[in-house]
């Protein structure tokens, strides 16, 4: 079976994991989204897309952001990216 770790489990690791001063103001920002999700956020992605939360961003003929991913990344992640400003409440 293919799988894939979760990256919404990933990012919250990375925010416990900064130091103080970052750690709280990343806090104040993304703990109303972890308050939000289920404890299946952390679940790995089993037969699903490979990217499944990324494909759940919405579409755009005029993009906010786009993805990324090394051809060489092996990790089972792709990054997304801002291309320009995205105001507060804009999808």
């Given at each position: ?19 103080n001063s970052d750690k709280e103001e990343a806090v104040k920002i993304t ?61």
């Amino acid at each position: 079976d293919l799988v894939v770790a979760s990256p919404v489990e990933d990012y919250f690791l990375y925010i416990d994991d900064l130091k103080n001063s970052d750690k709280e103001e990343a806090v104040k920002i993304t703990q109303p989204n972890l308050d939000a999700l289920s404890e299946d956020y952390s679940v790995c992605c089993q037969e699903t897309a490979f990217f499944s939360l990324q494909s759940c961003m919405n579409h755009s003929c005029s993009p906010n952001a786009k993805s990324f991913k090394k051809d060489e990344d092996r990790d089972g992640q792709a990054t997304i990216i801002a291309v320009r400003p995205i105001r507060k409440g804009e999808e």
